[in-house]
């Protein structure tokens, strides 16, 4: 008989997340799944089109049956409607619970923010006896405070307390890189076989080139510095415009930084670029679908990631380092910590430390001018460490085995 997964995430299709993937690989493995998610209105605040406050509650996604419970829609990215966003959709999950089937053999959280998705995984997990299993791709309560401003002290202890308890109930912990395997083994007082390190892979098609010709032509004559995915403070976008300004001012006249995406930054970006008289500099193009993202890495002479300088976002390894890497075009990273290790062990580019807008721009020029020839041979050792690390199947197995069977996992 096939084995039985509940998933449970917020942020599900058509919403543009990893666990979509996720779950096509559990179902071609053949396993059964079903979905406990919220209304898709991420990242705009803004209900999905055939979406709204009410419903609809059942759907499929592809074999896997879809549950959805209600949340408050972000409405503008403002600070009280995230808030609200982050709070509501647990809520609203933990009393959709008596809609699902059952017969689950394990229950897996993709945990992305907020550290509460994981609630109603717990209490389903503990009431039917099954295991469960957080995947922790944003470690909290670090990563709220790159978001939202939270100083009072007060609520930024009730926060950690939440947060520790909420790890602690899990009976197993995947974690992205061995730093945050140790940080959640000293938070949890788990052992390291209770927490797995497996890193997020990148879907398949990222590795395929796709040629767009009107694409092309309209960014040709530029060296096209390239950003997938969502604009926060996290990314601390505003230093990279920044720094792109500074490599222009140093000779890099073609440099063109070509933003696609959107998020709760995108407003203030916007608005830095005209302070800057920066119009020219950079281009904001808008969100795609995941599968039309290798159109813009094509055409891209180099990749461009960055986080804030945040001690604790250092112990992650983001999900789109896996895809860049896969297009084997060259690495331009702004970060610390294991994304940083990263970067460095697979040579496949160039890598600064967070924050460091004048390092970021000698990078940017130094890419600049290199030879073709030269960029070449770093997209080609970023792809070789993609199949070597980042490699969808392997890391599938490994997600399942651990899931169903616990254990630590085989690292690669």
């Known amino acids: 008989m096939a084995k039985r997964i509940l998933v449970v995430t917020q942020h599900f299709w058509p919403e543009n997340f990893r666990i979509n993937d996720i779950v096509e690989g559990f179902l071609q493995d053949g396993l059964e799944v079903d979905v406990l998610c919220g209304l898709p209105n991420y990242p705009k605040g803004e209900w999905f089109e055939g979406y709204s406050a009410h419903g609809p509650w059942e759907e499929h996604y592809g074999t896997a049956q879809v549950f959805r419970a209600r949340e408050w829609p972000r409405k503008g990215n403002t600070s009280i409607n995230i808030f609200l966003n982050y709070v509501s959709w647990p809520l609203y999950a933990a009393g959709a619970l008596n809609r699902l089937p059952g017969g689950y053999d394990a229950v897996f959280c993709f945990n992305t923010s907020p550290?509460?998705?994981?609630?109603?995984?717990?209490?389903?997990?503990?009431?039917?006896?099954?295991?469960?299993?957080?995947?922790?791709?944003?470690?909290?309560?670090?990563?709220?405070?790159?978001?939202?401003?939270?100083?009072?002290?007060?609520?930024r202890r009730i926060a950690q307390g939440v947060s520790d308890l909420l790890y602690k109930k899990a009976d197993r912990l995947i974690a992205m890189s061995e730093p945050l395997q140790q940080r959640l083994c000293q938070r949890t007082g788990k052992p390291q076989s209770a927490v797995a390190v497996i890193p997020q892979y990148c879907e398949d098609f990222y590795a395929i080139p796709q040629s767009d010709a009107a694409l092309e032509a309209r960014f040709a004559d530029r060296f096209n510095l390239v950003f997938t995915g969502t604009f926060t403070p996290a990314q601390s976008l505003d230093m990279v415009l920044r720094a792109v300004l500074e490599a222009r001012a140093a000779g890099a006249e073609k440099l063109h930084l070509l933003l696609v995406g959107d998020g709760m930054s995108r407003e203030s970006l916007q608005t830095l670029a005209r302070e800057l008289q920066a119009e020219d500099a950079v281009t904001f193009y808008g969100s795609?679908?995941?599968?039309?993202?290798?159109?813009?890495?094509?055409?891209?002479?180099?990749?461009?990631i960055s986080l804030s300088d945040s001690p604790d976002l250092g112990l992650t390894v983001p999900g789109k380092l896996a895809s860049y890497m896969a297009a084997a075009k060259p690495v331009l990273a702004s970060m610390n910590g294991a994304g940083y290790a990263a970067v460095k062990e697979s040579g496949g580019g160039l890598v600064s430390p967070a924050c460091d807008q004048h390092a970021l721009a000698r990078n940017m020029l130094e890419l600049y001018n290199m030879t073709t020839g030269q960029r070449a041979e770093l997209g080609a050792k970023a792809k070789n460490y993609y199949l070597t690390h980042y490699h969808?199947?392997?890391?599938l197995r490994?997600?399942?085995t651990f899931i169903l069977q616990g254990g630590t996992a085989a690292r690669m």
């Open 115 to 155: 550290v509460l998705m994981c609630w109603p995984a717990i209490r389903y997990a503990k009431k039917h006896k099954i295991p469960f299993t957080n995947y922790v791709l944003d470690l909290w309560p670090e990563n709220l405070y790159s978001v939202l401003p939270v100083k009072n002290a007060l609520l």
């Open 288 to 304: 795609v679908p995941a599968k039309e993202v290798p159109k813009f890495t094509a055409l891209a002479d180099a990749l461009l």
């Open 392 to 395: 969808r199947a392997e890391l």
């Open 398 to 400: 490994q997600l399942e």
